[in-house]
C-alpha cells in the first residue's frame, strides 16, 4: 500500500487558510480550520464549507444499470426518478454492511454512487464483479470529482447569489446538472449534518474557483470554512450513522437499526437476500442490541469502543459499547451512539452508565437524533 | 505563535513561571492547546494533592481525543484554576495567561527543563 497521502484539489488553499490537517482514509484533509466549535455552530446557525472530495464517485451507465444496482445494492433504484437520489447499502451475502451509499440518477441510464472514501475501493470492487451478465457498465470517477458541501440555514440564499439553477424546485435527496460560479457543476441537495445545504460535485480542477467564490458570496451571511470535526459532531447530533463506527460488516442493515432502507419487494434476486431475510425475522422476535443515543449528565466525554455498563448494580454488567461520542456544541453535554442490549435500550432506562477509563459514569438513554431541525 | 521567554517548559508541553515564594503556575503551551482542539473538560489536580514530576495528574478533554496532564514538576498543589474547570476554553484562547491550570509549591524540579527557545526548536512551533 503507498503511504503517501491523497491531496484534494484543494490541498493549496487549505493550507493557506491555516487549517490543521489529518489523515482520513489515506486522504490528507482539513480536520478545522481554528474552533472545531465555532465551525459546527457556524453550520447549525449560518452557514459552513466543507472539501469533501475524498468520497468516492462510481458511474453505472447501461440499459440495465437500474436492474443491476437494485441486484447489487439492498435499495430498489429502479424507482428512484431521473433527477433523485437514494440513501442506500451495498452487503455481503452473509448481510454484512460493506458501506453506505447515495445513489444519484443522473439521466435515464445513468447513475453516481457515492462511497465512502475508507470503503471507494472496496464498493467499486464489489461492483464491477457483481455486474456479470448486466447490460451496465461501472466506471470509476473517482478522480473526475472535487466535492464541494454548503451546509447551514443560509446555504440556499449563499447559493443563489452563484447559480441560476432552480433551486426552490430542488427538493431534499435531489440533484440536477447546473452551471455554479461559472463552473459546470450537480447540485445535490444532501449532506451529512443534519441541516438544509447542497453538495456540489465539480471537476477537480474548478475545485478552487467555486470555493473562492462561495467563500466570497458566504461571507455577508457568516459562511466559514469547516473541516472534518465538526462534520462529525454535526452528523453526531443528527443521528447519522458513520461507517467503522454504527456500521460495520459484523453488523446487518437491521442490527443498525437501518432495516427499512433494505426492499425486499424489489422484483428480483439481490445479494444478501436470503440473510437479511432472516436478520429482519431475527430483529423482530428477538433483537440484538439496538443503536440508541446516551446523554452524559457529567462533562467527561464517551470515545468509540468505551463499555456501556449497568450502573447501581453489584458488579458493572458490560450492557453495550459506545460507537462515536463527542461534546455536543448544541447541548453543551458530552453525547454518545451506542449499542446496548435490548433490555436497556428504551429510552429513559433507569442504571446505565459508560466506563470511561474507569470510572462508570452515569448516561441518560435517548431516542436518535440528538437535533432534529426546526423546518 | 511565540512561547513566552520568561516561562520553562517541559517535553509534555507543560510551562511553568518563574517560582516565586516558592510557589510556580503551571499550563500547557499554545502548540499543546491547538494541537488539542477544543477543550471542554479539565481534570485538575486538587489542593493539597502531591504531584510528581513527569507523571499524570489530571486530564484534559477536546473534541476529538482526551489527554493526560502531567505534571513538570515535584510538590504540593496550593492552587487550581477554576475559571478553567468552569470555562474550559481558556485553555485555547488564553494557554499562557487566564488559561493557567494550578499552582505548585515546588520540592523538586527536574534538570530538564527547557528555555523558551528550546521549546521552540523542540515543538517546532
Redo the contacts between chains.
Keep these: 500500500m503507498s503511504t503517501a497521502p491523497r491531496l484534494t484539489a484543494l490541498d493549496a488553499l487549505h493550507r493557506s487558510l491555516g487549517a490543521?490537517m489529518t489523515d482520513f482514509a489515506g486522504w490528507d484533509m482539513p480536520?478545522?480550520y481554528a474552533?472545531?466549535?465555532d465551525e459546527h455552530n457556524a453550520v447549525r446557525t449560518r452557514a459552513g464549507l466543507f472539501d469533501l472530495s475524498h468520497m468516492g464517485e462510481i458511474t453505472v451507465t447501461g440499459p440495465e444499470a437500474a436492474a443491476f444496482l437494485s441486484y447489487a445494492l439492498v435499495g430498489n433504484i429502479a424507482t428512484v426518478g431521473n433527477g433523485r437520489a437514494r440513501y442506500t447499502m451495498i452487503v455481503q451475502e452473509d448481510g454484512g454492511i460493506v458501506d453506505d451509499l447515495i445513489v444519484y440518477r443522473l439521466g435515464e441510464t445513468e447513475y453516481m454512487v457515492v462511497a465512502n472514501a475508507g470503503n471507494a475501493q472496496i464498493v467499486l470492487d464489489a461492483l464491477t464483479a457483481r455486474v456479470a451478465g448486466f447490460d451496465a457498465e461501472v466506471r470509476d470517477d473517482r478522480d473526475a470529482y472535487a466535492l464541494l458541501a454548503v451546509q447551514g440555514p443560509e446555504s440556499p440564499a449563499i447559493m443563489k447569489a452563484v447559480t441560476d439553477a432552480d433551486l426552490d424546485g430542488l427538493k431534499y435527496y435531489a440533484g440536477l446538472p447546473g452551471t455554479v460560479a461559472g463552473v459546470p457543476a450537480l447540485i445535490a441537495r444532501t449532506g451529512y449534518t443534519g441541516e438544509d445545504g447542497f453538495e456540489l460535485f465539480v471537476a477537480p480542477v474548478h475545485a478552487e474557483q467555486l470555493w473562492r467564490a462561495l467563500t466570497e458570496a458566504g461571507e455577508a451571511h457568516g459562511l466559514i470554512p469547516c473541516g472534518l470535526?465538526c462534520r462529525d459532531?454535526l452528523r453526531l447530533e443528527a443521528g447519522m450513522p458513520l461507517y467503522g463506527h454504527e456500521l460495520t460488516t459484523a453488523l446487518t442493515p437491521f442490527d443498525a437499526g437501518l432495516g427499512r432502507v433494505v426492499k425486499f419487494e424489489k422484483e428480483g434476486d439481490f445479494v444478501g437476500r436470503e440473510a437479511l431475510t432472516a436478520a429482519a425475522e431475527r430483529a423482530e422476535s428477538a433483537p440484538p442490541r439496538k443503536l440508541v443515543g446516551l446523554i452524559a449528565e457529567g462533562?467527561?466525554?464517551p470515545?468509540a469502543g468505551y463499555p456501556v455498563v449497568a450502573v447501581g448494580g453489584p458488579d458493572g454488567k458490560v450492557i453495550g459499547e459506545v460507537t462515536s461520542g463527542?461534546?455536543s456544541p448544541t447541548l453543551g453535554k458530552?453525547i454518545a451512539m451506542a449499542y446496548v442490549d435490548a433490555a436497556f435500550a428504551a429510552p429513559g432506562t433507569e442504571g446505565v452508565g459508560v466506563d470511561i477509563?474507569g470510572t462508570h459514569e452515569p448516561y441518560e438513554v435517548v431516542a436518535l437524533p440528538f437535533y432534529k431541525r426546526q423546518k | 505563535m511565540s512561547n513566552p521567554q520568561q516561562l520553562r517548559y517541559s517535553k509534555e508541553h507543560e510551562w511553568l513561571s518563574a517560582v516565586e515564594d516558592g510557589v510556580a503556575t503551571i499550563g500547557i503551551t499554545e502548540y499543546a492547546a491547538n494541537a488539542l482542539g477544543d477543550v471542554v473538560y479539565a481534570q485538575l489536580p486538587e489542593v493539597g494533592d502531591t504531584v510528581t514530576a513527569g507523571e499524570t495528574c489530571g486530564e484534559l478533554e477536546s473534541t476529538k481525543s482526551v489527554s493526560d496532564l502531567y505534571s513538570p514538576v515535584t510538590g504540593e498543589v496550593t492552587a487550581a484554576n477554576q475559571d478553567v474547570v468552569d470555562d474550559p476554553s481558556l485553555v485555547n484562547s488564553a494557554p499562557f495567561e487566564g488559561g493557567w491550570l494550578f499552582k505548585v509549591r515546588v520540592a523538586e524540579e527536574p534538570a530538564d527543563l527547557l528555555s523558551a527557545d528550546e521549546y521552540t526548536a523542540f515543538s517546532g512551533n
Design positions: 490543521t480536520l478545522r474552533s472545531e466549535r470535526s459532531t462533562r467527561r466525554v470515545r463527542a461534546p458530552p477509563r
